[in-house]
């Protein structure tokens, strides 16, 4: 009977903790978030992506009444940011807004990444998807994507294209591949810097996001060409797609996605996906993002993992087919 006593001492003082810590868990769960997030953009300020991030975080800070910071931490196609929102404690406090170069084409272009992009991650929903516009310097000698081919086609080599993302990196392989040219790549550490050098005249053409080229095209200061989706992007329909300029097939698509870190609460992971993906399918997102000639993506986490297979697929067969050697 004594040892009897003893046991069950000791497995109810066991068991109290546990019991304990598990009310803790729900209460954390339950005020979720009860101090400062942190969004991750791993990419500059003034990118598709930090705009994003911008609009998410002012929504959770209405709804939550915590401040939402935004930390820009940009370069080397994104792994900087990547690697330091993965440093963070996996409680659903720092958070990403990741990329179809952070989170798909990077695996195609490297051989070998500083993270895992399918297992480091938590999927929380979609953001948004759009295209990617051809931009050229303003004094090439061109009007449109036919005369852009053949002015290539007469000198090869000679001209370049400049990438800050894989949007704009697979914008312009893609564009070599099925328009048979020979262009120069030049990589950028981010899209707004080989912006300022396609203005200044030191490249001769990006494929870069529509928010980042459109003002300046807009203002004179870039010529757009073409536009890489199916069909013409919402607001600028005066802009022919590449597809219908002789290119056929022609397409070429990038996207934002919310991921948390492998180990986050999965009740706190489900909260802050149905909350961001609320978010995403207000009127207000679809305004905001739709003047930019970009789609709201809502999903669960559940449908962002499968999206996220087969971009991860697809960019294996894009680097393959355009020759592309991973570095």
Do not use: C
Request: glycine share 10%; charged share 20%; net charge positive.
């Amino acid at each position: 009977m004594k040892l009897l006593s003893i046991l069950k001492h000791l497995l109810l003082g066991g068991l109290l903790p546990i019991a304990a810590a598990g009310t803790a868990f729900a209460q954390t769960a339950a005020n979720f978030p009860d101090r400062i997030v942190r969004i991750v953009v791993p990419f500059g300020a003034g990118t598709t992506t930090d705009q994003a991030a911008r609009f998410i975080a002012q929504r959770i800070t209405e709804q939550t009444k915590q401040t939402v910071i935004v930390d820009n931490k940009a370069g080397a196609n994104g792994f900087i940011g990547v690697q330091y929102m993965l440093s963070q404690p996996a409680d659903g406090y720092t958070i990403l807004i990741g990329t179809n170069t952070t989170h798909a084409a990077n695996s195609a272009l490297f051989k070998k990444l500083p993270y895992d992009p399918v297992a480091d991650f938590i999927p929380l929903t979609g953001v948004i998807v759009g295209g990617v516009v051809l931009t050229v310097s303003p004094n090439m000698p061109v009007k449109n994507v036919p005369e852009l081919i053949a002015l290539l086609k007469k000198s090869p080599g000679k001209y370049t294209f400049g990438s800050g993302n894989s949007s704009s990196r697979g914008g312009g392989e893609v564009f070599k591949d099925l328009a048979g040219v020979d262009i120069l790549h030049v990589p950028y550490k981010a899209l707004p810097m080989a912006i300022t050098d396609l203005m200044g005249g030191q490249i001769d053409m990006v494929f870069g996001d529509a928010p980042a080229v459109m003002p300046h095209v807009r203002a004179g200061k870039l010529k757009a060409l073409g536009v890489s989706t199916r069909t013409r992007m919402p607001g600028y329909e005066d802009i022919p797609t590449v597809a219908e300029q002789g290119v056929p097939n022609y397409e070429v698509t990038g996207w934002l996605a919310a991921f948390a870190p492998k180990g986050t609460p999965a009740d706190v992971a489900d909260k802050l996906s149905k909350m961001i993906a609320d978010i995403m399918r207000t009127p207000e997102a679809e305004k905001f993002f739709g003047a930019n000639a970009w789609k709201p993506i809502p999903s669960t986490g559940t449908e962002l993992a499968a999206f996220q297979k087969v971009e991860l697929e697809k960019w294996q067969r894009l680097v393959k087919n355009a020759g592309i050697q991973p570095e």
